[in-house]
């Protein structure tokens, strides 16, 4: 079992930076794929990064390439996402995710509950 808390969202001006930090519990942290996802109002949950196991072969969604990077730390158990170059598109409800593979799907096994970016124009 693992449970995952999400923080670091809040309201930025467009242009600005955020990092989102995903803080998981239980010892079994290097041995789950970890992904991030963006939910916004009235859409469905989309895909935004995922990273390996060991903070390889880093994935990322074609709208925040070049703009977010995915990243973890093993040894504090937490993933981050820091997204720069923000955009009002990108507001919206932030999860993170634990599964056994990278996927861009939503088959990941464990979720946070989720963290609010809204980015103003």
């Known amino acids: 079992q693992v449970q995952l808390v999400e923080s670091g969202g809040r309201l930025v001006q467009a242009g600005g930076s955020l990092r989102l930090s995903c803080a998981a519990s239980?010892?079994?942290?290097?041995?789950?794929?970890m992904g991030w996802f963006r939910q916004a109002p009235g859409k469905e949950r989309d895909f935004i990064a995922a990273i390996g196991r060991l903070g390889g072969n880093p994935i990322y969604a074609d709208s925040v390439k070049g703009r977010f990077t995915i990243s973890r730390d093993n040894a504090k158990n937490t993933v981050y996402l820091q997204m720069n170059s923000l955009k009002p598109e990108d507001t919206a409800v932030y999860y993170c995710a634990a599964g056994p593979r990278l996927s861009v799907r939503l088959d990941y096994d464990y979720w946070g509950q989720g963290t609010q970016v809204t980015v103003s124009s």
């Open positions: 239980g010892r079994a942290f290097a041995s789950y794929v």
